[in-house]
């Protein structure tokens, strides 16, 4: 059975900075694109950042280019994304998802949540003014 686990969160200041991993076991997923999601109370889930299979191509929403970094250890089957000058609005709880289908090339970015057949159980991130 594939899980994907989250952690890493938690309760930080303004400015501050988290470093959220998504562990991967029943299915190795270094040849897989992962994506993070998070879903703020009230609004709908959108996409934070995401990673193709190869890890050579990533994507940023606007909100958080710049200062957020999505990368992967395919050694350890982990995916990191690390989160700096945190703004109250990065609160939200923070999804790790990821794709087993095949299709698409190895540098194929997904940024949608249909695209992805595994979710972790959400980890969550308040930022605090």
């Known amino acids: 059975q594939v899980q994907l686990v989250e952690s890493g969160g938690g309760l930080v200041q303004v400015g501050g900075s988290l470093r959220l991993s998504c562990a991967a076991s029943?299915?190795?997923?270094?040849?897989?694109?992962m994506g993070w999601f998070r879903q703020a109370p009230g609004q709908e889930r959108e996409i934070v950042a995401a990673?193709?299979?190869?890890?050579?191509?990533?994507y940023y929403a606007d909100s958080v280019k710049g200062r957020f970094t999505i990368s992967g250890d395919k050694a350890k089957n982990l995916v990191y994304l690390q989160m700096n000058s945190l703004k109250p609005e990065d609160t939200a709880v923070y999804y790790c998802?990821?794709?087993?289908?095949?299709?698409?090339?190895?540098?194929?970015?997904?940024?949608?949540?249909?695209?992805?057949?595994?979710w972790g159980q959400g980890t969550q991130v308040t930022v605090s003014s």
């Open positions: 998802a990821g794709r087993a289908r095949i299709g698409g090339t190895s540098s194929t970015i997904y940024s949608m949540q249909s695209e992805y057949d595994y």
């Open positions: 029943g299915r190795t997923f270094t040849r897989s694109a």
């Open positions: 990673i193709s299979r190869s890890g050579t191509s990533t």
